[in-house]
């Protein structure tokens, strides 16, 4: 297994493909696994870089019953990247992975050459932050409460997940403890973390695509975030395959939509 300390957690990464340097920071509770549908479209013409978010799965904490903050995940992401090599890279962030990798392209210039930001779960960068920072928190009451089976459709409701099956011949990844475990950690603190979080978005070095899915709701808080980032920067939204976790339900479509963006 493939790890590296970083303050108060070790951190389980994984490398595979060859070629330019491509880091995938997974939404939600998806591990490094998860990118595995992702990473098979991806690896003749990337290494493809994806890791355990510090809380889940093979991550260990020092204090397991600890959260992180936005800024953490991102100087992790900061330390790894620093670990394996001096140049910048490109980086596909994924709803709360989006808003790591805005951290990273604001605090730590120079690692990020391109980041394709889908849909990040950001309420800063919104007109009306505090009715999303509230929403966020109220999930994760709603979980401290009920459960996860009863707060699953929340979180479904609240980013516009899509739930059609996408793509064919998936890999199927179960509600195992493990997965469960995750979950509980994500909700738990990840929540928090995003609703709490800021970030003063005035200068970043690195190309900044934002992105969101074909299927996603636009009344959803997620895709507006992309839509004003898209707005701050000036830019053309850019459409991917699927919803928000079109990343995980349409891989392949979604792997060749990824390419042409990077390629440009």
């Given at each position: 297994?493939?790890t590296i300390n ?12 060859s070629?330019?340097l491509?880091?995938i920071?997974q939404?939600g ?22 890791y ?6 093979r991550?260990r ?18 330390r ?8 910048p890279?490109?980086m ?8 790591i ?23 800063w960068l ?15 009451d ?26 064919p ?11 469960i475990?995750?979950?509980d ?14 970030l ?23 895709y507006?975030?992309?839509e004003?980032l898209?707005a701050l ?7 991917f ?24």
């Amino acid at each position: 297994m493939t790890t590296i300390n970083v303050p108060g957690a070790v951190l389980h990464y994984q490398l595979e493909g060859s070629g330019p340097l491509l880091l995938i920071s997974q939404s939600g509770e998806g591990d490094a696994d998860r990118t595995t549908d992702l990473a098979g479209h991806l690896t003749d013409r990337y290494t493809v870089l994806t890791y355990d978010r510090r809380g889940l799965s093979r991550s260990r904490l020092d204090n397991p019953a600890g959260g992180a903050t936005i800024a953490d995940h991102a100087d992790d992401v900061h330390r790894l990247l620093a670990h394996l090599t001096d140049e910048p890279v490109a980086m596909l962030g994924c709803s709360l992975g989006a808003v790591i990798g805005l951290h990273v392209a604001v605090d730590h210039p120079g690692q990020l050459r391109t980041l394709v930001a889908h849909e990040p779960i950001a309420p800063w960068l919104l007109a009306d932050a505090k009715r999303h920072r509230d929403e966020l928190t109220e999930i994760r009451d709603h979980y401290l409460a009920n459960g996860l089976q009863a707060t699953i459709p929340e979180i479904v409701r609240s980013l516009g997940i899509d739930p059609s099956t996408g793509e064919p011949k998936r890999t199927d990844f179960p509600m195992d403890a493990n997965r469960i475990a995750n979950f509980d950690y994500f909700i738990r603190h990840d929540f928090l973390a995003a609703a709490h979080d800021d970030l003063d978005f005035t200068t970043a070095d690195a190309r900044i695509i934002p992105a969101a899915g074909t299927t996603t709701p636009h009344t959803v808080f997620d895709y507006q975030c992309a839509e004003a980032l898209a707005a701050l920067l000036d830019q053309e939204l850019e459409l991917f395959p699927g919803g928000h976790n079109g990343n995980l339900s349409h891989p392949k479509a979604y792997a060749h939509r990824l390419i042409e963006v990077l390629s440009r």
